[in-house]
């Protein structure tokens, strides 16, 4: 039976493929496209082609022959004979390069659907294979606490372009196992990804010895709780960005937990990372945080370049929360810092400060060149809210004579020897998802009411009346990117329309919440009559976000007074930056009195039961 089946197949294939067989052999370069047009995510012989059945075809794990009829017309050098679909001409599979891409009725770049996945994709792990969703609108978007990367890549010579990628818990691209010369997004409009929202893995990751001569760039990746980019464990000469503006990733705004670019480990040597904007909206003109620093170069990782000597190659390292560049580690050394505006806009003229140094090279960091003495090797750093350049007492850089770098002032004010060891980082930061889409203008609630004025960007307030998140967030609705809440040490997040990724219970009056703002907005918000003289909250140790419940003008020695002993520092986030206020410290702490309903950020340091006044 099965030699019948198979006699059949081919004379019925001869029959009506004799004019494809006569193509001349020029012809041969294939480019069998295979056209994803489901937001499914089976594999099922079914009406239509997913991006796994895509996938597992572009890698030889589904065979041609194995599709129904709907799903061979969507493979663009097969076609149907009879019984079997057969690509008479071209072959497919591990053997040969195919691109997916994405039908425009199922995939309308105007209104984005998405790909829920329900487990990790296929791993490319033939090579030459590319997804492709330039010009579609995709959204990948994957269930939190799944481990693997959305996209697992060990092969060479793979493209992942055009896509959104959100929700990937644990990261979006994952690039290992010695894959060499593969891209993550492109130089030509809609070609970057945008990887967003995603969970505690690093967003692209390139890892391994041998992984070597990969390329990043044309991305926005932001608010995510890991690291935008990082490369580790004896990566090679992998380039994040390029010298023309196409080239230029956006990777800014991850949360509190979450740098810039991150280079890591021994043997990790000759990577480039250069024409980026990290840590600024994409117009380079406002912050757009990363929680942590900019760029880490740690662990050992050698001979690595961040910028260059022409204008393209420039970085613009500014806004993040922590170091703007920090580099540290013994075996450290030999990186090169070059050309860049770290603590800036991105055309020079502004501040845009890093909350710490603009550079800092760490404990044991050796022999590590910040700026240069030809043409265009100097670094502008300046505004930065520590040090321009910070070197730890054991560590060494090269700061060449002749190097253009501009200092800033150091803030100078020393953290007293009693704060215990995190810094506080009030700011975590997602953006928003593409352009943020107008709303009509909120109605302001009846009822007693208070107005905020937010201007872009990461602002720590507190709630006054009693609803869920999206009720609070309502007098921001369209402005505002993600909200967060810190519960017990972690972090709840919100984001608008997104369900599937968000974790916020309903508010109380006066929990605070850092919520990132896109557009100016005043915030009408509903006051709730207050109930009682007095609340109660229950502390652990760590750092607590909470809000004033008191009367407007209190100083900060009486409104913390409850949990006196019990507390090492407390922060307010304002417009100006962080207040800070140390027990005992008047010499060195700047905050002024606060006000019913201020937000305040307190680093406890034994559990106390904090028994606070509400004022009428
Ligand atoms: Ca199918
Ligand atoms: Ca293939």
Known sequence: MKRLALMLLLVAALATSVGLLLRPATQASPDVAITVNSTADTNTRDSVMTLREAMLMATGDLAVADLSFEECQQVSSAEWSLLYCWSPVFPIGSGTAETIVFDTSVFPPVSPATITLGSALPTLNTGGDTVDGTSTGVIVGYTPQILSPCFDITSDNNTIKGLEINGCYGGAVGIRGGAEGNTVG????????????????????????????????????????????????????????????????????????????????????????????????????????????????????????IGGSSPGDRNVISGNLQEGVFISGSGTTG?????????????????????????????????????????????????????????????????????????STPMAVPEPTLTPSPTPSPTASPTATGTPSPTATPTPPAGPTRTLQWAPGWHNAAWSGA???????????????????L????????FPDRPDISNMGPLAPYDAFLILITQPVTCTMPVAVASGSSRTLQWGVGWQNAGWSGADGTPPEQAFA????????????????????????????NMGPLNKYDAFLILVTAPVSCTMAIAP
């Open 335 to 407: 990186n090169v810092v070059r050309g860049n505006y770290i603590g800036t806009n991105a055309s020079g003229t502004a501040g845009l400060p890093n909350g710490a140094q603009g550079v800092a090279i760490g404990v044991g960091a050796q022999d590590n060149t910040i700026g240069g003495t030809g043409a265009g090797e100097g670094n502008l750093i300046a505004y930065n809210e520590d040090d321009g350049v910070w070197v730890y007492s054991d560590a060494t850089a090269t700061d060449a004579a002749g190097n253009t770098s501009e200092f």
């Open 467 to 485: 609803s869920t998140p999206a009720e609070v967030f309502a007098c921001a609705a369209g402005k505002y990117a993600a909200a967060y809440r």
């Open 562 to 589: 409850c949990a006196a002993g019990n507390y090492a520092a407390a922060y307010r986030f304002t417009d100006a930056g962080l207040e800070r206020y140390f027990p005992g410290r008047p010499d060195i702490s």
């Open 487 to 494: 519960v017990n040490g972690s972090w709840e997040r919100y």
């Open 186 to 305: 492109g130089s030509s409009p809609g070609e970057g990804n945008v990887m967003s929202h995603g969970g505690e893995g690093d967003v692209v990751e390139i890892s391994g010895s041998g992984t070597d001569a990969n390329v990043v760039k044309g991305n926005y990746i932001h608010s995510n709780h890991g690291n935008g980019v990082v490369i580790g464990s004896g990566a090679r000469d992998n380039t994040v960005g390029g010298s023309n503006p196409g080239d230029r990733n956006v990777i800014s705004g991850q949360t509190i937990s979450g740098g810039g670019v991150a280079i890591a480990g021994s043997g990790t040597r000759g990577n480039v990372v250069k024409g980026n904007y990290i840590g600024t909206d994409p117009s380079g003109t406002s912050p757009l945080s990363n929680g942590q620093w900019g760029v880490f170069i740690t662990s050992g990782a050698q001979d690595n370049t």
